[in-house]
């Protein structure tokens, strides 16, 4: 077992990972924005008292949850084309399924975070005459962020790590890149750790953000 | 400036009013008394339609509260932003207080002003600046809720209430969840809101109050109007045994 390490390798190819990095970071970043703003719009349907809007976020939500978010980027990038005729590159492919996917999940955690608002909240709102979108943006969603930080920050997280499925669709993310660094250094074990590593370092300063802001907030209210 | 018709009200198989009609007048007190469950809390909701009723009439200085009148008579829900409208004329203290807990006093009182009525920030803030010194919190101003006592708490929701300049005001148990060394300070605030003329609608169980700053009491049961009366003869002479004995209960 003595194994020796070469990660002078690693250094030598600094810049492979760097352009995973920003491949990754884009992933998440489009995918975080279409996941969130759908996910908004999904939670509140899904709390709405009208079944002709609870009925498609439910039916959306649960069948999002249900299938493997890898058929789901594999169906869209392959299939949907097929029905449509509409070819989204790959990169955009991994970005409006993994937002579409993470919607499902956004959604459910701000349904939750919705409905943790005591109904005397609501009555306030309303007895000063605000309309539902006034007691929403001013009042309730205020409120609920807060406590949908945690299961939101997780929930990110989870985003981030899922890029990596965009290798196949030979999108060039962090672990497609590693991939083929493998190929031409012949050190999976050096390139490997040094992926792990990588991802620490970009998802820690999230959690850490959110550890801080949470208690920020505790503070205040 | 509030008439009640006919008002009744249904949650599943609870009738939980039952045929109410009452009248209020432009600056008086009303105060509504009676047990729990009694239905006083839901026809206070109904005034401004936080609660839906389901047969009779509410109108507010005038207008329908809630719904319409479509082709033929029949009720139909009103449209959000017109309920909204009807409703931000009239203001609600609640027993639980509500108010925005991630708002110092000052930004809950603005919020209604700033947001629905879309006056102007540095208006606003004159105003809510009055309204706050009215209800002796001006030391509180850039406090948060959860920093001042249930009596602070209830004052700054009146206030918030009052900075929307409304025709009447509605108090839900305003005391009712309160420790005994506040409910005062909230009741001398009520006080000075009377003397000024404002209409108001009182349910609560503070009968001193009642008795002296009431014009009119209504003592309720089981969803009905047992009797109406102003407060001297209800207290000292009520015409129903019912009003009697709920009395005797509170009062001892």
Same mark, same amino acid.
């Given at each position: 077992?003595?194994?020796?390490?070469?990660?002078?390798?690693?250094?030598?190819?600094?810049?492979?990972?760097?352009?995973?990095?920003?491949?990754?970071?884009?992933?998440?970043?489009?995918?975080?924005?279409?996941?969130?703003?759908?996910?908004?719009?999904?939670?509140?349907?899904?709390?709405?008292?009208?079944?002709?809007?609870?009925?498609?976020?439910?039916?959306?939500?649960?069948?999002?949850?249900?299938?493997?978010?890898?058929?789901?980027?594999?169906?869209?990038?392959?299939? *949907?084309?097929? *029905?449509?005729?509409?070819?989204?590159?790959?990169?955009?492919?991994?970005?409006?399924?993994?937002? *579409?996917?993470?919607?499902?999940?956004?959604?459910?955690?701000?349904?939750?975070?919705?409905?943790?608002?005591?109904?005397?909240?609501?009555?306030?709102?309303?007895?000063?005459?605000?309309?539902?979108?006034?007691?929403?943006?001013?009042?309730?969603?205020?409120?609920?962020?807060?406590?949908?930080?945690?299961?939101?920050?997780?929930?990110?997280?989870?985003?981030?790590?899922?890029?990596?499925?965009?290798?196949?669709?030979?999108?060039?993310?962090?672990?497609?890149?590693?991939?083929?660094?493998?190929?031409?250094?012949?050190?999976?074990?050096?390139?490997?750790?040094?992926?792990?590593?990588?991802?620490?370092?970009?998802?820690?300063?999230?959690?850490?953000?959110?550890?801080?802001?949470?208690?920020?907030?505790?503070?205040?209210? | 400036?509030?008439?009640?018709? +006919?008002?009744?009200?249904?949650? =599943?198989?609870?009738? @939980?009013?039952?045929? %109410?009609?009452?009248? @209020?007048? $432009? =600056?008086?007190?009303?105060? %509504?008394?009676?047990?729990?469950?009694?239905?006083?809390?839901?026809?206070?909701?109904?005034?401004?339609?936080?609660?839906?009723?389901?047969?009779?009439?509410?109108?507010?200085?005038?207008?329908?509260?809630?719904?319409?009148?479509? +082709?033929?008579?029949?009720?139909?829900?009103?449209?959000?932003?017109?309920?909204?409208?009807?409703?931000?004329?009239?203001?609600?203290?609640?027993?639980?207080?509500?108010?925005? !807990?991630?708002?110092?006093?000052?930004?809950?009182?603005?919020?209604? !002003?700033? %947001?629905?009525?879309?006056? +102007? $920030?540095?208006?606003? %803030?004159?105003?809510?600046?009055?309204?706050?010194?009215?209800? =002796?919190?001006?030391?509180?101003?850039?406090?948060? !809720?959860?920093?001042?006592?249930?009596?602070?708490?209830?004052?700054?929701?009146?206030?918030?209430?009052?900075?929307?300049?409304?025709?009447?005001?509605?108090?839900?148990?305003?005391?009712?969840?309160?420790?005994?060394?506040?409910?005062?300070?909230?009741?001398?605030?009520?006080?000075?809101?009377?003397?000024?003329?404002?209409?108001?609608?009182? @349910?609560?169980?503070?009968?001193?109050?009642?008795?002296?700053?009431?014009?009119? @009491?209504?003592?309720?049961?089981?969803?009905?109007?047992?009797?109406?009366?102003? !407060?001297?003869?209800?207290? +000292?002479?009520?015409?129903?045994?019912?009003?009697?004995?709920?009395?005797?209960?509170?009062?001892?």
């Amino acid at each position: 077992m003595g194994y020796t390490w070469h990660f002078n390798v690693i250094w030598d190819y600094r810049i492979v990972f760097v352009r995973g990095a920003t491949i990754t970071a884009q992933l998440t970043v489009g995918s975080l924005l279409i996941g969130v703003l759908l996910g908004l719009i999904l939670g509140m349907m899904r709390s709405s008292h009208l079944k002709l809007l609870r009925g498609p976020a439910t039916f959306y939500i649960e069948f999002f949850r249900a299938t493997p978010v890898l058929v789901q980027l594999v169906w869209l990038y392959y299939s *949907l084309p097929i *029905l449509t005729g509409v070819q989204m590159g790959n990169v955009a492919s991994v970005t409006v399924g993994l937002g *579409l996917h993470a919607a499902a999940y956004f959604a459910e955690i701000f349904r939750a975070g919705i409905n943790s608002i005591d109904r005397g909240q609501l009555d306030a709102a309303k007895s000063i005459g605000m309309i539902y979108w006034q007691m929403m943006w001013r009042i309730v969603l205020p409120q609920a962020v807060r406590r949908m930080i945690p299961p939101f920050i997780n929930e990110f997280a989870t985003l981030i790590k899922l890029t990596t499925l965009g290798s196949v669709l030979a999108v060039y993310e962090l672990l497609h890149e590693s991939n083929n660094l493998i190929n031409n250094t012949y050190r999976p074990l050096e390139v490997y750790t040094a992926l792990a590593v990588a991802f620490a370092v970009i998802i820690y300063p999230f959690i850490y953000l959110s550890q801080r802001l949470e208690r920020y907030w505790q503070v205040r209210s | 400036m509030i008439r009640v018709t +006919n008002l009744h009200k249904r949650f =599943g198989a609870l009738h @939980v009013l039952r045929g %109410i009609d009452l009248k @209020v007048e $432009r =600056g008086e007190v009303f105060v %509504i008394i009676g047990p729990s469950g009694s239905g006083k809390s839901t026809l206070l909701r109904c005034l401004n339609f936080l609660e839906e009723y389901d047969q009779g009439e509410v109108l507010f200085d005038g207008e329908l509260v809630g719904y319409r009148k479509a +082709n033929g008579g029949k009720l139909v829900r009103d449209r959000a932003a017109n309920i909204a409208r009807v409703r931000a004329q009239m203001g609600m203290v609640f027993q639980s207080f509500n108010l925005f !807990p991630h708002k110092t006093v000052l930004e809950n009182v603005i919020e209604g !002003p700033l %947001i629905v009525q879309r006056r +102007n $920030r540095a208006e606003a %803030i004159a105003a809510a600046a009055a309204f706050i010194k009215k209800v =002796g919190l001006d030391d509180k101003t850039h406090v948060y !809720p959860s920093k001042l006592s249930g009596g602070q708490q209830q004052r700054a929701a009146i206030a918030r209430a009052l900075a929307m300049q409304p025709k009447a005001m509605l108090f839900d148990e305003p005391t009712s969840a309160l420790d005994p060394e506040l409910v005062g300070e909230v009741l001398a605030v009520m006080k000075t809101l009377a003397a000024d003329g404002m209409t108001m609608v009182i @349910v609560t169980h503070e009968m001193a109050f009642a008795r002296e700053v009431a014009d009119r @009491v209504m003592m309720m049961d089981e969803g009905a109007v047992v009797e109406l009366d102003t !407060p001297e003869r209800m207290f +000292n002479a009520p015409a129903h045994p019912r009003t009697a004995d709920f009395l005797r209960r509170v009062l001892h």
